[in-house]
């Protein structure tokens, strides 16, 4: 792999690709149309040095943009939505914002949360597959006939869509009654073209 140095003049993304919190910020740099940035794609079993010498985390995704390096996925997406604002993809009234920073939290703390152990051993994978459908189900009772979380496209959705994706990687199945407006929300989803162009070959078989 290059030297850093040698792309300093790009934006770099350090992803994974099969990651769902690297393909929530795929997803934002797709929607807003951004291609001047070089997207470093890591395997599971590679480590990157260059990697090791900015992020003290030594984590995924990792975003450089010149001298700001960018280590958490919720930074990462906020962030580009500020640096590059067209589309935007977070309301401007303060409270509306605040409430999908909430939102935002949520997920992280109540799906992401779960992602190692449904890639875990067979006993961790079945009881996350078991919280991961409890939770799915409440959200879909309570889900809205729009074809996004709120009024507009926005970060939020961004960040709902990676986990949909996988639902059928992880074996987390939803019944057809109750899931029904979530799978409607979900097909809205997948059937952007930002969605598509976000997806690495290893993300698109998944579903394929």
């Known amino acids: 792999m290059a030297s850093l140095a040698n792309r300093r003049s790009l934006m770099t993304l350090f992803s994974r690709p099969e990651c769902p919190q690297s393909h929530r910020v795929r ?7 951004i ?27 990792t975003l450089v943009d010149r001298d700001l390096v960018l280590y958490d996925p919720r930074i990462i997406i906020e962030y580009l939505d500020e640096r590059f604002p067209h589309p935007p993809l977070m309301p401007v009234d303060p409270v509306t914002r605040a409430r999908y920073r909430l939102a935002l939290y949520r997920m992280e703390v109540d799906m992401y949360s779960l992602v190692d152990d449904l890639e875990g051993t067979p006993a ?4 996350a597959r078991t919280q ?30 990676p986990i949909l ?6 074996k987390v199945e939803l019944p057809p009654k109750q899931g029904k407006k979530l799978r409607d929300y979900a097909d809205a989803l997948f059937a952007r073209p930002a ?13 394929d």
Not at 27 to 33: M, P
Not at 165 to 170: D, G, I, T, V
Request: some cysteine; hydrophobic content about 45%; glycine content about 4%.
């Open 124 to 127: 961790q994978a079945r009881k």
């Open 195 to 207: 969605f598509r162009g976000s997806l690495t070959e290893l993300e698109a078989e998944m579903r």
């Open 27 to 33: 997803l934002v740099l797709a929607e807003k149309g």
């Open 165 to 170: 994706w996988r639902l059928e990687h992880y």
């Open 132 to 161: 991961l459908k409890e939770i799915l189900l409440a959200m879909a009772a309570e889900f809205s006939p729009r074809p996004y979380v709120g009024e507009e496209f926005s970060l939020v959705d961004c960040a709902f869509a």
């Open 35 to 61: 291609t001047s940035l070089d997207i470093v794609e890591l395997r599971e079993d590679v480590d990157s040095e260059d990697l090791a010498q900015l992020n003290p985390y030594n984590s995924i995704p």
